[in-house]
């Protein structure tokens, strides 16, 4: 248990479904992040969120729409996907400010996520 | 974009062996972190390192961040079969106040299985 709940744990949409991820933090970090994991890839920082506000947004496509309405919580909203977006979702969280550790990422266990 | 090079990719494990991966970069971090993955969940921080030189271990696990600063090691003695699972390398880049800059990066795994 790393202080980091995600849910649902597997989500199967069609392509014209609208969905969302959801995750949870229990740590008290002020910075979320969500990660896209494909196979054989590094993992893909897909956004950042620190103390509520997106500070980054790494050239994501529209169909994937984040939101984060306090520090504590991460949505991921998906409409229009593709079966190439297809993939383990990944939220992490970190302190994000103060001591040098403020970059360590603690990850939830993930969305499996299959686009038919 | 920058890349940390992971090696080997794979690897098997015999009980009571020991093992060892290394991550490679052409430019000088300040922070590695190495994380443990097992199927179905999300990547678990094992060691965190922040001074170029220094050796941290945790259990059988023991990580250094070389002098160079642009590679890092993890070594696991005598190895169990829970061992398995798939073991990533992470960087953050080095500002010029000797700091640490951006985002993490992720290597793509060496993933750790039980010779059969």
């Known amino acids: 248990e790393t202080g980091v709940t995600q849910t649902p744990r597997h989500l199967v949409m069609g392509m014209t479904n609208k969905k969302s991820l959801k995750c949870e933090q229990h740590?008290?970090?002020?910075?979320m992040y969500w990660y896209k994991q494909s196979a054989k890839k590094p993992l893909e920082l897909m956004f950042v969120?620190?103390?509520?506000?997106?500070?980054e947004n790494n050239s994501v496509p529209s169909r994937f729409s984040p939101e984060c309405p306090n520090s504590s919580h991460l949505f991921l909203h998906l409409h229009t996907l593709q079966p190439e977006d297809s993939a383990l979702y990944l939220c992490?969280?970190?302190?994000?400010?103060?001591?040098?550790?403020?970059?360590?990422?603690?990850f939830g266990p993930g969305t499996r996520l299959t686009v038919l | 974009g920058q890349q940390l090079n992971q090696s080997p990719q794979s690897m098997f494990i015999q009980e009571g062996e020991d093992v060892s991966m290394n991550c490679t970069s052409s430019?000088?971090?300040?922070?590695w972190l190495w994380y443990k993955q097992e199927p179905g969940e999300g990547p678990v921080l094992l060691i965190a390192?922040?001074?170029?030189?220094e050796l941290t271990s945790n259990g059988r696990l023991t990580a250094q961040f070389g002098i160079t600063r642009k590679d890092s090691f993890l070594n696991i003695s005598a190895s169990i079969p829970s061992d398995v699972g798939i073991y990533f390398c992470?960087?953050?880049?080095?500002?010029?106040?000797?700091?640490?800059?951006?985002?993490?990066?992720f290597g793509k795994g060496t993933k750790l299985s039980v010779k059969p």
């Open positions: 992490a969280s970190s302190p994000g400010t103060g001591t040098s550790a403020h970059n360590e990422q603690f």
């Open positions: 740590l008290g970090h002020n910075a």
């Open positions: 969120y620190s103390l509520e506000e997106r500070v």
């Open positions: 430019s000088i971090f300040n922070t």
């Open positions: 390192l922040y001074k170029a030189g």
């Open positions: 992470a960087g953050q880049l080095g500002d010029d106040y000797g700091g640490s800059q951006g985002n993490l990066i």
